[in-house]
């Protein structure tokens, strides 16, 4: 193994770790999740909840030599006070605490199996791009697309997860509700709206990126988003970022709109002899979930996330 090549500056708490390996049948995890505990009982991330997250907890919380194992299993039966019916492992890990970084949101991490079986994260990405640890570790992490044991099964890869680019038009009451709602899910949002008034940056949460302008000439210079959806103060406006967007590579267009509105650009769209793309969703948002701000953007949400759990977006 390579000598560590890079290490974080910044010891902060002690991390210890549960990382979900394996899963067999219906089970309300998969594999790649975890929680971790730091020295001043802060819990972070979870392996699904109920009885096995608790033992787990505790398994943590009480380490010695006796009940640190390489890893523990879980029959989710009613014996544990679970019938998902399913099975899960779950590999106990010691991390150093340079290695705390690696815990932030969006950070990858590369885990070493030792001949007992034990898992040592030796490597990984923060999620600014910083890389830490051993090179070896680093290279398989890079290619890794999804969390698994790599070719030999001596190391374990946990890549950050893919996120989805969103542009969102209109900064108008739904648009605010969607950020707000949609922060935390592996979604990197960028808001467009040229009313100043509207884009104040007290308004949203920190992660998304507010920009003061709807005009195509600035975004044609810049490299598209996955997702784009529409939700202006204007029809005329809505319409016009329609037919432009209509011909981009998208993987997901939504337009907030009524039955009639979305009817109208339809017509315009075939009377202009433009596409009607199959990623065209409008109106967007799931149906019959109801009108206010909240509502819709809850609607609209659940269908992105719908979407992505099908695969569309990979």
């Given at each position: ?167 969102i038009f209109g900064a108008g009451h739904v648009g605010r509700a ?10 990197q949002i960028t808001l467009y709206d040229d009313r100043p008034e ?47 967007f209509a011909d981009q590579p998208l993987l997901y267009l939504g ?60």
């Open positions: 193994m390579n000598t560590l090549i890079q290490l974080s500056k910044h010891h902060s708490r002690v991390i210890t770790e549960a990382l979900v390996v394996q899963v067999q049948g219906s089970a309300p995890t998969a594999i790649g999740r975890s929680v971790a505990l730091r020295d001043d009982n802060h819990v972070l991330g979870t392996v699904g909840g109920g009885h096995m997250e608790y033992s787990v907890l505790n398994l943590l919380r009480n380490r010695d030599k006796k009940n640190w194992h390489a890893r523990v299993e879980f029959v989710l039966g009613t014996k544990d006070d679970q019938c998902c019916g399913g099975r899960v492992a779950i590999a106990l890990v010691d991390v150093q605490p340079f290695f705390a970084e690696l815990y932030a949101s969006g950070a990858a991490r590369s885990y070493h199996v030792d001949e007992r079986g034990y898992l040592h994260l030796i490597a990984g990405i923060t999620n600014n791009g910083q890389r830490l640890g051993d090179s070896v570790a680093l290279n398989l992490l890079e290619t890794a697309s999804v969390p698994e044991f790599s070719v030999h099964g001596d190391y374990f890869l946990l890549p950050a997860p893919q996120q989805q680019t969103v542009w969607f950020t707000r709602l949609a922060v935390g899910l592996d979604f509207w884009t104040d940056p007290a308004d949203f949460p920190k992660e998304v990126v507010l920009t003061n302008s709807c005009d195509q000439s600035v975004i044609k210079e810049l490299k598209c988003a996955n997702i784009v959806l529409i939700m202006t103060y204007s029809h005329a406006l809505d319409y016009a970022l329609l037919e432009y337009v907030i709109a009524s039955e009639s509105k979305a009817a109208r650009f339809r017509h315009q769209l075939i009377r202009a002899a433009r596409p009607i793309p199959d990623f065209l969703h409008m109106p967007m948002g799931l149906p019959g979930i109801g009108k206010k701000p909240m509502e819709i953007a809850v609607s609209i949400l659940a269908e992105l996330l719908q979407l992505r759990h099908k695969g569309v977006f990979s």
